[in-house]
């Protein structure tokens, strides 16, 4: 149904339009939407992270300051300083760093699992613990990291699983702690070790309020996972598909290969470590699903509604297409009058008025064609009475001829056979065309007939630049409507006979055929001239038909041959008076053989 009728067909296409539209609208909406809230969520999410990255500098700044605080204290001095052999005062001196800063530190800070004290120079070292412990045969001369302690430098940080702690009974407590190590005095020889469990950093990531799915985390500068929610991913290297993006700047955000996940990710202030927030790509683009489904409902919506809306549309612009296509098809069974009412100045409208026109043309010509095949046949049957006519009319002739020879009527002898060969010239030529030659025998036989008339023979003088004319084509009859024209009105009688002057040449310039034929009679008068020249010029507009044999219908004959600007006629008078008369056109050599000249009879 849809491929036979335009209406469906716009309706569908309206329909694809329509839904192509909204479509794209949609996946716009989503595409560019999802893009600007990515982009801001990573910039408020960096926003964010900057914050939790100030509270844990401030975190890790108060305890780096306990540290301080403890390591450049008097007491502490004293205690490195009292030699091991004097293990009541080493004692004592312990015990009073425990209540003048242990203590207090403990309770400022929940995460500290445990303080050490260590003299390189002396051997001295203590631990004060909160929960676990320390095994019986441990000393900070254990840990690998105690020759990397820089001399005089700030705080070092130490990352990983502390399996020297043990619980109450003396089993085996493993933690994963981050140590803070600095060393003080004179020569750098004291340390002091504070253990913290990342407890506190990872719940300042927390607290950022991710999503659902979002988490936080901290690194180290080896790419260690220092502080995560999962606590089987601590101290775990770091993927590298993360720590590439995060080598190559401080901060910014980017989307991990081969995941859907936005990271976020800033360095925090006197550390190497980076803090990362990783969340889902579709949990933040989720506001944007709400709309884009909103959208879509939206589209559907108008979709359900817009069919019908568009089904009269289709129908009211086809309408008069459908009309037309029925006016066509009765056009096709031959009824003519089936025009289409024309309605609105669109461009359907055109078309019907086109149709319109068309129709009222073709009924013209039709009638116009029906006219002509009456004429043709009335023509034809006009011909064939001329034949009959023609025929009647020769063998008169030939009687008349017959009993001229019989009574020596010489001059009705000639007379008669000229004229016979004349009428058998004019009427059994079928072509309108023949030779130059063939009509100067013609234009011979009309002017012997015509000398009779003025008791004598015309004087006459022809004239031919080159034999190859004679075979020039030309139309037929068109000599003797020119030599009659001389004759009929140069004004003459017995007493003054017609001299015809004929001239057959070539022009120079333009290579066509030239005849000049030129009398002594009274020539043109001024208003012929400009009469007959107007007539040539409406023949070349209207085209009209010309029934006599004139000058009139030689030149319409001379176009339909060759046509305007290649054939012409050109009348004057001489410079000694007498009419001339001179007709170009196209000089076209005809092969020996066609149109053969007949001989006549100039007695």
Known sequence: MIRNSLKWKLTFIFTILFIGNILILAWSVHHSSTKVIIQDSARFGQLALNQANLNIERYMNHTKQLMYRMGVSGELQRWASTPPRLKGELSSRTLRLEEEFVVPFFGLNDDIVSISIYNASNGNEHHFTKGVFFGMNYSIQDEAWLESVPVF??????VGLNDHYVDGVGKPAPLHVISLVKRFGMVADLYVRIDIRPNLLQQILNDLRLGDSGIGFIVDADGRVIAHPDSEQLFQMLDSRYLEPMAERSGGNFTPQGTDLTVIFDTIPDSNWRSVIQIPSGEIASGVYVVRNAVYSIALFNLIGSIPLIWIVSASLTKRLILLKKSIASTGQGNFDSSIAVRGKDEIAVVAQAYNRMLQELEAHVIHLSEARTMEQQAVMLSLQMQIDAHFLYNTLEIINAMAYKNKVEDVEVITNNLAQMLRYTVELKSGGTTIENEVEQLQRYLLIVGYRFGGSIRTAFQVEAPELLRAESIKILLQ???????????????????????????????????????????????????????????????QTERKIGLRNIYKRLLKRW??????????NGPNGGAVIEIAFPFVEVKEGHHAAARIDCR
């Not at 430098?153 to 130490?158: K, L, P, V």
Request: hydrophobic letters at 35%.
């Open 563 to 572: 046509g305007s600007g290649n054939a012409g006629i050109h009348l004057g």
């Open 153 to 158: 430098e700030n705080t070092s940080y130490y």
């Open 481 to 543: 409507p020119l030599a009659e024209n001389s004759v009929l009105h140069g004004g003459f009688d017995e007493d003054r006979l017609p001299e015809l002057n004929l001239l057959i040449a070539r022009e120079e310039a333009t290579g066509r055929l030239l005849i000049r034929m030129s009398d002594n009679g009274k020539g043109f008068a001024p208003e012929r001239l400009q009469e007959i020249g107007q007539s040539f010029a409406a023949e070349e507009r209207e085209g």
